[in-house]
């Protein structure tokens, strides 16, 4: 079936610097990504939704400037936390949607990032 | 847009015992509908799903049903086994519209031996 690897799985980082989260869609072509932010005891919540080669759509009160979404490819997405703060930290979620031979009617689920900000 | 309540928050049954949460969804729009479990520090894991053409689906000690008019979706879960202790979702979307998937708040679910 659809794979989604998100990488990397958990991650510290100083604050005031930025890090990169991928997910890559293994066996199916990625149209849309989706990413969610998860707090601890909390429900998945969107962060943004991205279509192959477009600029990401942003959930209301979710900053663009500070979460930079790229999907210039049909296997890989990324999510850049730029300038992190304590805040930040969280857990952080990708799902696909897509086309090919492997790919389920649904979402695929990366198994998740973990950020920590110091 | 679409907002997804789930109840309850948490839910405590024994071995054995059968375990029902539940979802109301607000988009009359949404046309698919899938439930999630999540252990702790994994992403969400697929365990059952259903469309808007169908009432009612099962597999094995898993089934959802789904009312349209009523807008409301149930997870049911027979002979509860402690290995399902866990978070689960519902959550809906318009898919074939290329749609958001939007969850529920999650119902934290212990079953004891």
């Known amino acids: 079936g659809a794979v989604v690897s998100q990488h990397p799985s958990w991650v510290i980082c100083k604050s005031g610097t930025s890090v990169k989260i991928e997910c890559r869609s293994l066996?199916?072509?990625?149209?849309?990504m989706f990413w969610y932010r998860q707090f601890p005891k909390q429900s998945l919540m969107l962060m943004a939704t991205?279509?192959?080669?477009?600029?990401?759509?942003?959930e209301q009160g979710v900053e663009k400037d500070k979460f930079l979404i790229n999907h210039a490819s049909l296997t890989l997405s990324t999510l850049t936390v730029t300038s992190a703060h304590p805040e930040d930290s969280s857990f952080y979620i990708c799902?696909?949607?897509?086309?090919?031979?492997?790919?389920?009617?649904?979402?695929?689920f990366g198994s998740g990032t973990r950020l920590t900000v110091v | 847009g679409e907002n997804v309540e789930q109840h309850p928050s948490t839910l405590s049954v024994q071995e054995g015992d059968s375990a029902v949460i539940k979802c109301t969804y607000s988009?009359?729009?949404?046309?698919?509908f899938p439930w999630y479990k999540q252990e702790l520090g994994k992403g969400p894991q697929l365990i059952i799903d259903?469309?808007?053409?169908?009432g009612e689906k099962k597999d094995q000690r898993i089934a959802v049903t789904l009312n349209k008019t009523a807008k409301h979706f149930s997870l049911h879960i027979t002979e509860t086994q402690p290995e399902d202790s866990a978070v689960y979702f519902c959550?809906?979307?318009?898919?074939?519209?290329?749609?958001?998937?939007?969850f529920g708040q999650g119902t934290e679910l212990s079953v004891k031996p």
């Open positions: 799902s696909a949607t897509g086309t090919g031979s492997s790919s389920n009617y649904g979402y695929t």
């Open positions: 066996d199916f072509q990625a149209t849309t």
């Open positions: 991205s279509n192959e080669g477009s600029k990401a759509t942003y």
């Open positions: 988009d009359s729009a949404s046309n698919y």
């Open positions: 259903i469309r808007s053409n169908v």
């Open positions: 959550a809906a979307s318009t898919y074939n519209q290329g749609g958001k998937l939007i």
